[in-house]
């Protein structure tokens, strides 16, 4: 077992912006928007690596980058995540896939000898189903998990416990967060494996699109949630890798909590659409509410910035909206189980197109166009896309939004079939 060389005291990670910082999860919504933070602080040395360059599970393979690339810092924010159908079909694939990316990330920093700190990210799914309101840092296995994503949960669990057996044993500074449900660009926008930001927010542009005179949502409106910008938590984790090395994790939430029927007229104004919200009260409404008692992390110093319209505003203006066809006639992929999958980009209402060629955003599961080598994603096996000829691509180009990764990474859409019905859904 490799030996941890203590951080000088007098080093923060904040002036250490030299050193190499390892962002395990680069594309998925939290780690796309640590990648920001951490280059607008002037950060010099991001590593990063796409699954085809590294595949997390492999302890072997993991071992060997860590040993080649020696990073100083390291964010674990790579999961296997998926809505409660996959959490329910694919059981075991959750709790392995995560047990193994946390055990190996981990493990592999410690032997590497020049880890000083690493900070895992984990999810408010930790704590009881029934945990008292707000659900404080000590709820942590003080009752019994909601069965739908109890796979996940406890991997996550088991991720906070090793960071702690780590420290205690090793003297590894590795510390964890866990954040309440989240928004933002990247976000993944699938209609059968999106959070009901994203949902809704999809519900109502496809209505708005083909003029549908009314949306239906579940539930009466009444249950209580709270939501934190993914900017907001980026700037969360710069804080805790600078400032926190405690043995126990820690909340990070807004603080602040809406109503499922407040949230859904907000998002209806943010898109515009002008049809009639029905709740159809005959489906169930979920937990009451759930909101995260983040006091610990505000008692240190850090509170969050974006306010929640703002927030929408900008998550919708840099939302996929090429095509309103593509975007209605999108056919879910039931295989489609992670945050992190490529998926499509067109535009950013933020005022930049995308180029033809790649990028990311969330509306469509990818397929291998033939002949592209993997280079180029795309879904025209699913149906031509009306007035496309086929797969509609795209590319991102030097000059393109600043949201989109800068790497090239894939892209395209397609669809076809009939635009689904039914009511938005939520997995939070």
């Not at 060997?64 to 674990?76: I, M």
Request: overall charge neutral; aromatic content about 6%; hydrophobic content about 40%.
């Amino acid at each position: 077992m490799g030996t941890v060389t203590a951080a000088d005291p007098h080093t923060s990670f904040l002036a250490d912006k030299d050193a190499k910082v390892f962002v395990a999860g680069h594309r998925g919504l939290v780690g796309s928007a640590v990648v920001r933070r951490l280059l607008s602080l002037g950060f010099t040395s991001v590593v990063v690596r796409t699954h085809a360059e590294l595949d997390l599970t492999r302890q072997a393979d993991v071992e060997a980058f860590f040993a080649a690339e020696r990073p100083r810092y390291v964010v674990l924010a790579a999961a296997k995540v998926g809505g409660i159908h996959a959490n329910s079909t694919f059981p075991a694939d959750f709790i392995a896939a995560n047990l193994q990316i946390q055990t190996n990330v981990v493990d592999a920093a410690l032997r590497s000898g020049s880890v000083r700190k690493l900070l895992f990210l984990g999810s408010s799914c930790i704590y009881p189903k029934f945990a008292p309101q707000p659900i404080t840092e000590g709820a942590l296995l003080s009752g019994p998990l909601e069965p739908t994503n109890e796979w996940y949960a406890v991997a996550k669990i088991a991720g906070i416990k090793m960071c702690q057996a780590y420290r205690i044993q090793h003297g590894l500074d590795a510390v964890s967060a866990m954040p309440t449900n989240l928004y933002g660009p990247h976000d993944n926008f699938h209609p059968e494996n999106s959070h009901v930001l994203p949902a809704l927010i999809r519900r109502f542009h496809e209505a708005k699109a083909c003029d549908a005179p009314e949306v239906v949502v579940w539930g009466s409106g009444s249950p209580l949630r709270e939501f934190l910008h993914v900017d907001d938590l980026a700037d969360a984790v710069i804080f805790l890798m600078d400032q926190y090395s405690g043995l126990e994790h820690v909340n990070v939430g807004s603080g602040s909590e809406v109503a499922i029927k407040e949230l859904a007229e907000l998002v209806k104004e943010v898109v515009g659409f002008q049809g009639k919200l029905v709740w159809d009260s005959s489906k169930p409404d979920g937990t009451p509410r759930k909101l995260m008692d983040s006091s610990k992390i505000q008692g240190m110093g850090w509170k969050p910035k974006i306010a929640l319209k703002e927030g929408l505003v900008e998550t919708y203006k840099c939302t996929p909206v090429a095509d309103a066809d593509n975007i209605i006639n999108a056919q879910p992929d039931p295989a489609l189980s992670s945050r992190e999958t490529d998926s499509v980009p067109a535009k950013c209402e933020c005022g930049r197109e995308n180029s033809p060629t790649g990028a990311r955003a969330g509306f469509f599961p990818p397929e291998t166009a033939s002949g592209s080598g993997g280079g180029i994603r795309t879904l025209a096996s699913l149906g031509p896309a009306p007035g496309t000829g086929g797969a509609v691509q795209w590319r991102r180009g030097a000059g393109d939004c600043p949201h989109q990764e800068k790497e090239p990474v894939a892209v395209a859409a397609a669809a076809g079939g009939a635009r689904r019905q039914g009511e938005a859904g939520a997995r939070r």
